[in-house]
């Protein structure tokens, strides 16, 4: 499965500058999302390297940096936004209420169209709202089925290529997998996780005109096979799929983690492939 996500930044009209009436200086206030998960790999390391550098670019500016995790971020930066201290920046995930508020510059007011024309088109759509450029795309991400290469090999398993070999029969309990499935549809970016399934059985969150279509009938087809074929087998678990966490799915995958007999995602001694499991019309003929 791939789903391709954005981050988008935002700017604020609250807050402002940091500018005072007698000096040049500008303080810029952004806060960030944190894409590690421990302090070695915290992106605190990517925006210090970068403010460093743009500072001594421009010595009349400086920047701060808040890096929070994706589970905080959004709550965060509306807190801010309420008590009148909006960042300069931001780059989250939920900006569309901003927008309609008034709160936010359009990309119009920021960037020259020739930077503008720059963006890819499949991200930069992710940050319109009403057709009007808010979101300035920062990042995208693939995401894939992971599995463990030497698990299978054991088993005498073939990966899966389709939503039907994803979910095999007979259950591969014999081999000693009670789970082999993780599904996590936790609070931890639980938006993305859940539009790469949409995505996958040919729907999404949005029809084709922009309006939202959550219970279209390629959405029902996809929750329902979850629910049937995944859920209701008991190929996921211990963890309920609504309260497991992406972070504790991968720890598990890698054996770090409190239920580490859930492999889903890629192991740190690199034992795992990612593979793409064939999606829309031809995934559901395959089911």
Known sequence: MIAVVSALGMTAVLGGCGLGGDTT???????AADYGDSAANSSKKYWAKLVEEYEADHPDV??????????????KVKEM???????????????????????????????????QAGFSSALASAGQVNGVQYGLPFAAS?????????????????????????????RPEAEGVKYPYALP?????AQAETMQWLLSGGGGYTDTVG???????????????????????????????????????????A???????????PDEDGREEGREVRHGADARRER
């Open 25 to 31: 200086d500008v303080t810029l206030r952004l806060v």
């Open 62 to 75: 400086n920047v701060e940096v808040s890096v929070y995790s994706w589970n905080d971020i959004d709550a």
């Open 81 to 115: 936004v309420e008590a009148g201290k909006a960042p300069d920046m931001a780059q989250i995930g939920a900006y569309a209420d901003y927008a309609a508020d008034g709160l936010l510059y359009t990309a119009d007011d920021l960037l020259s169209i020739p930077v």
């Open 142 to 170: 693939t995401r894939l089925l992971f599995y463990n290469k030497a698990h299978f090999e054991e088993a005498g398993l073939t990966p899966p290529t389709t939503w039907a070999e994803l979910a095999p029969t007979p």
């Open 185 to 189: 549809l936790g609070s931890e970016e």
């Open 211 to 253: 309006t939202y279509g959550i219970d279209s009938t390629e959405n029902v087809e996809t929750f329902t096979w979850l629910r049937d074929e995944l859920v209701g087998e008991d190929l996921t678990g211990p963890v309920a799929p609504g309260k497991l966490n992406r972070a504790d799915a991968f720890a598990a995958f």
């Open 255 to 265: 054996g770090r983690g409190r239920h580490a007999e859930r492999p889903s995602v």
